[in-house]
């Protein structure tokens, strides 16, 4: 058992002081507010549940700050971050996704949702193993600290009219759905680790394979990135990407649909009744000029937010939490559209990406949580209750994973982060 004494410590509704927190295998045991006497580790500032990061590209960690050029779109930022697929390999990979996923430990992730469609070859050629990328990336969140969920992504066509992949599209695909669904079953999990799926988007999955998917748990989709993907759907099937999946039977709790920034009426009535969750990604919205998504009137509707850092421009939840905040009152010109107790509720929403029993810190939860100091250059003098619109990941001391502490006093306990990624990111794009 290991005894941890937080200062503050947020219990799902509010604050509490002075909190004793036993933690045993992993497990909360017992959460005491009001408490003192000897601890194990002292906890100076506000703990909150370990975060979960709902929608990850680990690859796209290189790109930061290099696709500034020209000023760009969302289109030549995609051949850029295509540029980078091309180069890869599972051991350039591993090492690119292991620095990527201490980076977060460090940010207060304790969980991800890796949306993984780096599969094959640079020429589609599968490798001697054919999940050699993704238990690159299995044993990447491993030695990081941090449990994955491998959202293995079923990508066929390049366009929604059924154009062919090409050039580094090709190391994508698995050529039809059962020749997929074979290669996922050889996935090996392990302890913090699971598997589950995604549809790429409507662009890249015929609409009469998109139920085949239906049944699989978690599930995960891009959903209306980008104005174009719904135009050239309502060409082709004559109904928005939302209606198209309601068609064929793939809305429900068990899909999480990313972005969902360019939703009409409707769109949100299907998502929010059908209890489909969406993950908005606000950072990089913002970086790729994609818009600002409809977040309250689709948690309003029903649908469960979580929050993902996915192309890692920023890999901070207290920002991205911020942004779903601030985004939104730039929409609507009001303030407060969100409580403190929902962003929280979304930055740590781990049941999007299948840890049930995680993103609480409450008795039988899994033992994650994050210390954010209250005595820096940016939390000093905020109420406890406000860090979270005042703090940023550097703020973060502690970092505990299912009982095990990854982050002491603001640095990862196994992992020279800036060096890692520093070398990996030069593999990666020499």
């Known amino acids: 058992m290991t005894i941890y004494h937080a200062d503050y410590c947020w219990l799902g509704t509010g604050v509490a002081r002075n909190v ?18 000897e601890a194990d580790i002292r906890l100076p500032g506000l703990v909150l549940p370990g975060m979960a990061n709902a ?43 292991r620095a990527t996923y201490a980076e977060m430990a460090l940010s207060g992730i304790t969980a991800v949702g890796e949306f993984h469609y780096l599969h094959h070859g640079p020429d589609g050629t599968p490798y001697h193993d054919p999940n050699a990328m993704g238990h690159a990336l299995i044993e990447a969140a491993r030695e990081a ?45 392990a302890p913090h680790a699971r598997v589950g799926a995604a549809i790429h988007s409507v662009r890249a999955v015929p609409a009469h394979h998109l139920g085949e998917l239906a049944d ?15 135009e050239q759907c309502r060409a082709v099937h004559g109904c928005s990407p939302t209606e198209l999946l309601d068609r064929h039977g793939v809305l429900g709790p068990h899909l999480t649909a990313v972005h969902a920034t360019h939703v009409t009426d409707p769109d949100v009535k299907l998502l929010g009744g059908s209890g489909t969750g969406i993950c908005m990604c ?33 890999i901070d939840p207290f920002e991205e939490a911020r942004a779903l905040e601030m985004n939104e009152r730039l929409a609507s010109r009001r303030r407060g559209r969100f409580t403190v107790a929902e962003l929280i509720a979304a930055a740590a929403n781990h049941r999007a990406i299948g840890w049930d029993d ?19 250059g940016r939390t000093t003098g905020a109420e406890p209750e406000g860090a979270l619109l005042a703090a940023t990941a550097a703020d973060i001391s502690d970092v505990v994973v299912d009982g095990r502490h990854v982050v ?15 070398s990996a990111i030069r593999g990666a794009i020499a």
């Not at 977040?295 to 421009?313: E, F, I, Q, T, V």
């Not at 993103?359 to 939860?365: L, P, T």
Request: charged fraction near 25%; glycine fraction near 10%.
């Open 55 to 97: 929608h990850s590209h680990a690859f796209h960690r290189a790109l930061r700050g290099r696709t500034y050029a020209d000023r760009g779109t969302f289109w030549t930022w995609r051949e850029e971050m295509y540029r980078v697929a091309a180069a890869l390999d599972p051991d350039s990979y591993l090492r690119l996704a």
């Open 282 to 314: 606000p950072t990089t919205e913002r970086d790729l000029a994609d818009g600002i998504g409809r977040a309250r009137d689709l948690a309003d509707a029903g649908s469960p937010l979580s929050l993902g850092s996915d192309s890692h421009a920023v």
């Open 145 to 189: 600290g941090i449990r994955i969920t491998l959202l293995d992504t079923l990508y066929l066509q390049s366009g929604v009219d059924g154009r062919p992949l090409e050039g580094v599209q090709r190391r994508f695909g698995d050529g039809d759905p059962q020749r997929w669904a074979s290669r996922v079953a050889g996935l090996s999990a």
């Open 408 to 422: 002491a006093d603001r640095r990862h306990t196994a992992i020279d982060v800036p060096s890692a990624l520093a």
């Open 358 to 376: 995680a993103g609480e810190i409450a008795v039988g939860k899994r033992a994650d949580l994050i210390c954010v100091r209250l005595d820096s």
């Open 20 to 37: 004793r927190i036993e933690a045993t295998d992993g497990r909360f045991t017992a959460i005491n507010p009001d408490s003192s006497g």
């Open 216 to 230: 699989r748990r978690p599930l995960h989709i891009h959903l209306s990135e980008q104005p174009a993907e719904n």
